[in-house]
Protein backbone atom coordinates (compact mmCIF):
# COMPACT_ATOMS: atom_id res chain seq x y z
CA UNK A 1 0.00 0.00 0.00
CA UNK A 2 1.46 3.48 -0.96
CA UNK A 3 1.21 6.09 2.04
CA UNK A 4 1.31 10.03 0.62
CA UNK A 5 2.86 12.04 2.47
CA UNK A 6 1.47 16.30 2.41
CA UNK A 7 4.27 18.13 0.90
CA UNK A 8 3.94 20.26 4.32
CA UNK A 9 5.54 17.14 6.43
CA UNK A 10 8.08 16.70 4.28
CA UNK A 11 11.51 18.57 5.47
CA UNK A 12 14.05 20.71 3.05
CA UNK A 13 16.27 18.50 3.18
CA UNK A 14 14.27 15.94 1.94
CA UNK A 15 13.43 17.59 -1.36
CA UNK A 16 16.94 18.65 -1.75
CA UNK A 17 18.15 14.90 -2.15
CA UNK A 18 15.18 13.86 -3.88
CA UNK A 19 16.07 16.98 -6.51
CA UNK A 20 19.70 15.50 -6.47
CA UNK A 21 18.70 11.67 -7.34
CA UNK A 22 16.75 13.40 -9.90
CA UNK A 23 19.91 14.96 -11.47
CA UNK A 24 21.74 11.96 -10.56
CA UNK A 25 18.97 9.65 -12.83
CA UNK A 26 19.03 12.12 -15.65
CA UNK A 27 22.61 12.86 -15.88
CA UNK A 28 22.75 9.14 -16.06
CA UNK A 29 20.42 9.33 -19.01
CA UNK A 30 22.90 12.20 -20.55
CA UNK A 31 26.09 10.66 -20.28
CA UNK A 32 27.95 11.79 -22.80
CA UNK A 33 31.19 14.34 -23.85
CA UNK A 34 31.43 17.13 -21.70
CA UNK A 35 30.24 18.92 -24.84
CA UNK A 36 26.67 17.12 -24.85
CA UNK A 37 23.92 19.26 -25.26
CA UNK A 38 22.09 19.63 -21.91
CA UNK A 39 18.43 20.03 -23.91
CA UNK A 40 19.29 17.44 -26.40
CA UNK A 41 16.72 14.60 -24.38
CA UNK A 42 13.83 16.72 -25.28
CA UNK A 43 15.11 18.10 -28.53
CA UNK A 44 12.96 16.48 -31.83
CA UNK A 45 15.29 13.80 -34.09
CA UNK A 46 15.19 16.28 -37.18
CA UNK A 47 17.27 15.95 -40.21
CA UNK A 48 19.04 18.73 -41.45
CA UNK A 49 17.30 20.73 -44.11
CA UNK A 50 17.87 20.23 -47.69
CA UNK A 51 18.57 23.78 -49.87
CA UNK A 52 16.87 23.46 -52.35
CA UNK A 53 18.23 24.28 -56.28
CA UNK A 54 17.37 27.88 -57.30
CA UNK A 55 15.17 28.01 -60.14
CA UNK A 56 15.16 30.41 -63.38
CA UNK A 57 18.65 32.20 -61.48
CA UNK A 58 21.34 32.39 -63.20
CA UNK A 59 23.42 29.88 -60.99
CA UNK A 60 20.65 28.08 -62.90
CA UNK A 61 23.06 24.59 -65.15
CA UNK A 62 23.31 25.60 -68.37
CA UNK A 63 21.81 22.36 -70.47
CA UNK A 64 24.83 20.99 -72.34
CA UNK A 65 26.67 21.02 -69.40
CA UNK A 66 27.15 17.88 -67.36
CA UNK A 67 29.01 17.68 -63.53
CA UNK A 68 32.00 15.93 -64.26
CA UNK A 69 31.15 13.09 -61.64
CA UNK A 70 28.78 11.67 -64.73
CA UNK A 71 29.63 10.09 -67.51
CA UNK A 72 27.92 10.56 -70.46
CA UNK A 73 26.68 8.23 -72.87
CA UNK A 74 28.70 7.56 -76.19
CA UNK A 75 27.07 8.82 -79.26
CA UNK A 76 25.67 5.59 -81.39
CA UNK A 77 28.51 3.79 -83.36
CA UNK A 78 27.14 4.69 -86.62
CA UNK A 79 28.10 8.77 -85.73
CA UNK A 80 32.05 7.41 -84.75
CA UNK A 81 34.76 9.23 -87.18
CA UNK A 82 35.75 7.16 -90.22
CA UNK A 83 37.13 7.50 -94.13
CA UNK A 84 34.03 6.82 -96.58
CA UNK A 85 33.42 7.09 -100.31
CA UNK A 86 31.49 10.38 -100.69
CA UNK A 87 31.60 11.75 -104.50
CA UNK A 88 31.33 15.24 -104.62
CA UNK A 89 31.83 18.05 -107.32
CA UNK A 90 33.30 20.35 -104.11
CA UNK A 91 37.53 20.27 -103.78
CA UNK A 92 39.70 18.52 -101.15
CA UNK A 93 39.93 20.42 -97.80
CA UNK A 94 36.00 21.69 -98.20
CA UNK A 95 33.67 20.83 -95.60
CA UNK A 96 30.10 19.94 -95.90
CA UNK A 97 27.45 19.43 -93.34
CA UNK A 98 24.67 17.07 -94.03
CA UNK A 99 22.15 18.49 -91.66
CA UNK A 100 19.43 16.06 -92.48
CA UNK A 101 21.40 13.00 -91.73
CA UNK A 102 23.41 14.64 -89.11
CA UNK A 103 26.84 13.69 -90.89
CA UNK A 104 29.64 16.14 -91.06
CA UNK A 105 31.95 15.40 -93.97
CA UNK A 106 35.85 16.71 -94.82
CA UNK A 107 36.73 15.79 -98.76
CA UNK A 108 39.70 14.44 -98.89
CA UNK A 109 39.55 14.34 -102.62
CA UNK A 110 39.02 11.54 -105.16
CA UNK A 111 36.23 10.06 -104.12
CA UNK A 112 37.01 9.77 -100.51
CA UNK A 113 35.98 12.24 -97.10
CA UNK A 114 36.21 11.65 -93.64
CA UNK A 115 33.05 11.98 -91.75
CA UNK A 116 32.12 12.82 -88.39
CA UNK A 117 28.49 12.22 -86.53
CA UNK A 118 27.29 15.54 -85.39
CA UNK A 119 24.20 17.59 -83.81
CA UNK A 120 22.27 20.58 -85.53
CA UNK A 121 19.80 23.13 -84.99
CA UNK A 122 16.28 21.93 -83.09
CA UNK A 123 13.41 22.56 -85.36
CA UNK A 124 13.01 26.63 -85.81
CA UNK A 125 16.62 26.83 -85.84
CA UNK A 126 18.09 24.78 -88.65
CA UNK A 127 19.71 26.96 -90.93
CA UNK A 128 21.79 26.72 -94.78
CA UNK A 129 23.79 28.06 -96.82
CA UNK A 130 28.04 28.59 -97.81
CA UNK A 131 30.38 30.38 -95.15
CA UNK A 132 33.99 30.36 -94.47
CA UNK A 133 35.64 29.83 -91.49
CA UNK A 134 37.07 32.98 -89.91
CA UNK A 135 38.21 32.02 -86.41
CA UNK A 136 39.84 29.22 -85.15
CA UNK A 137 40.28 28.97 -80.90
CA UNK A 138 40.99 25.95 -78.67
CA UNK A 139 38.94 26.03 -75.26
CA UNK A 140 37.26 28.89 -75.92
CA UNK A 141 35.32 31.08 -73.63
CA UNK A 142 31.72 31.06 -74.17
CA UNK A 143 29.44 34.23 -73.99
CA UNK A 144 26.00 33.31 -75.27
CA UNK A 145 24.43 35.87 -77.90
CA UNK A 146 21.98 38.11 -77.18
CA UNK A 147 19.40 35.97 -79.09
CA UNK A 148 19.98 33.38 -76.94
CA UNK A 149 20.19 35.20 -73.66
CA UNK A 150 16.45 37.00 -74.61
CA UNK A 151 14.81 32.94 -75.11
CA UNK A 152 16.69 31.42 -72.04
CA UNK A 153 17.10 34.57 -69.44
CA UNK A 154 18.47 31.92 -66.88
CA UNK A 155 22.03 31.00 -69.14
CA UNK A 156 24.79 32.53 -67.50
CA UNK A 157 26.66 35.99 -69.31
CA UNK A 158 30.19 34.34 -69.89
CA UNK A 159 31.42 30.95 -69.04
CA UNK A 160 35.53 30.25 -69.43
CA UNK A 161 37.04 27.56 -71.41
CA UNK A 162 37.37 24.62 -69.93
CA UNK A 163 35.82 20.98 -69.76
CA UNK A 164 32.35 22.46 -68.72
CA UNK A 165 31.85 24.97 -71.41
CA UNK A 166 29.03 24.24 -73.80
CA UNK A 167 31.98 24.76 -76.60
CA UNK A 168 33.95 21.84 -75.79
CA UNK A 169 37.84 21.83 -77.03
CA UNK A 170 37.65 23.87 -80.18
CA UNK A 171 35.39 25.95 -82.20
CA UNK A 172 35.23 26.94 -85.64
CA UNK A 173 33.41 30.26 -86.12
CA UNK A 174 31.92 30.52 -89.79
CA UNK A 175 31.74 34.28 -91.36
CA UNK A 176 30.25 36.61 -89.38
CA UNK A 177 27.20 34.77 -88.00
CA UNK A 178 26.61 33.42 -84.39
CA UNK A 179 27.04 29.82 -85.57
CA UNK A 180 30.24 27.81 -84.89
CA UNK A 181 31.11 24.08 -85.26
CA UNK A 182 32.56 23.41 -81.90
CA UNK A 183 32.75 20.63 -79.40
CA UNK A 184 30.39 19.63 -76.92
CA UNK A 185 30.49 17.99 -73.14
CA UNK A 186 27.06 16.33 -74.00
CA UNK A 187 28.13 13.32 -76.72
CA UNK A 188 25.46 11.97 -75.93
CA UNK A 189 23.35 14.83 -78.49
CA UNK A 190 25.19 13.76 -81.30
CA UNK A 191 22.76 12.78 -84.16
CA UNK A 192 19.98 14.70 -82.59
CA UNK A 193 18.55 18.53 -83.57
CA UNK A 194 19.39 20.02 -80.15
CA UNK A 195 21.22 23.37 -80.75
CA UNK A 196 20.40 26.54 -81.24
CA UNK A 197 21.97 26.72 -85.01
CA UNK A 198 25.68 25.69 -84.26
CA UNK A 199 27.08 22.25 -85.52
CA UNK A 200 28.22 19.66 -82.54
CA UNK A 201 30.69 17.61 -82.59
CA UNK A 202 32.40 15.19 -79.73
CA UNK A 203 35.48 16.86 -78.57
CA UNK A 204 38.16 13.98 -80.25
CA UNK A 205 36.44 14.77 -83.64
CA UNK A 206 36.27 18.36 -83.78
CA UNK A 207 40.60 18.06 -82.50
CA UNK A 208 40.80 16.21 -85.43
CA UNK A 209 38.85 18.55 -88.09
CA UNK A 210 40.27 21.84 -86.03
CA UNK A 211 44.00 20.05 -87.55
CA UNK A 212 42.74 19.64 -90.71
CA UNK A 213 40.65 23.18 -92.06
CA UNK A 214 42.24 26.33 -91.62
CA UNK A 215 40.71 29.88 -91.89
CA UNK A 216 39.40 30.31 -95.14
CA UNK A 217 38.00 26.54 -95.73
CA UNK A 218 34.88 26.68 -97.06
CA UNK A 219 31.89 25.15 -95.24
CA UNK A 220 28.69 24.11 -97.02
CA UNK A 221 25.42 23.75 -95.00
CA UNK A 222 22.88 21.58 -96.49
CA UNK A 223 19.46 22.45 -95.95
CA UNK A 224 17.27 20.40 -93.37
CA UNK A 225 14.79 17.75 -94.10
CA UNK A 226 12.83 14.83 -93.11
CA UNK A 227 15.73 12.42 -92.02
CA UNK A 228 15.87 9.54 -94.56
CA UNK A 229 16.05 5.82 -93.25
CA UNK A 230 19.72 4.52 -92.10
CA UNK A 231 21.02 1.92 -94.37
CA UNK A 232 22.49 -1.19 -93.30
CA UNK A 233 26.23 0.31 -93.86
CA UNK A 234 25.30 2.97 -91.49
CA UNK A 235 23.74 0.95 -89.34
CA UNK A 236 26.91 -1.54 -89.46
CA UNK A 237 29.21 1.66 -88.96
Known amino acids: MTIFVPARFVRPRALVAAAAIGVSVLGVMMSGTASANPFALFAPML?????????????????TMLPRDETPAA?????RRQIVDYKTAEPAG???VDTPNTYLYFVLGNGRAVRYGIGVGRDGFRWSGTQ??????????????????????????????GPNNPLGARALYLGDTIYRIHGT?????????????????VNEDVMDLYGR????????VLPGRDRRVDTAADRQG
Open 75 to 79: PSARF
Open 47 to 63: APPTEAPLQGSLHAPVE
Open 94 to 96: TVV
Open 185 to 201: NAPETIGERVSSGCIRM
Open 213 to 220: VHVGTRVI
Open 132 to 161: NITRKAEWPDWTPPTEMVRRQPYLPRFVAG
